[in-house]
C-alpha cells in the first residue's frame, strides 16, 4: 500500500481519521475501492465504514441505476 504525505494548512481543522474518511469514502463512490478497501485505508472496519457513509453523502449502494433495472430485469 502507498503511503501519501500533504500539507494541508493549520487554518483547516480537521484530523487525521476525519481526512482519511473524507479520502476513502470519495475513492469508494468513484469506483476505485471496494468496501472493504476503503475500509482499510480509513482504519475501520467494514461495518464501522458502511454505517459512517451516510455521514459523508456517500450511498453504499455503489452502483449505476441502469444494473438496478437490469438485475429486476433478470430476476
Known amino acids: 500500500m502507498r503511503t501519501l504525505t500533504l500539507n494541508i494548512p493549520d487554518s ?7 481526512l482519511a474518511m473524507l479520502v476513502s469514502s470519495q475513492l469508494y463512490e468513484q469506483g476505485k475501492l471496494s468496501l472493504g478497501q476503503a475500509a482499510e485505508v480509513a482504519g475501520l472496519t467494514k461495518r464501522t465504514f458502511a454505517e459512517l457513509l451516510g455521514s459523508y453523502n456517500v450511498s453504499i449502494f455503489n452502483f449505476p441505476a441502469t444494473d438496478l433495472s437490469s438485475d429486476v430485469a433478470n430476476a
Open 12 to 18: 483547516v481543522e480537521v484530523d487525521n481519521k476525519d
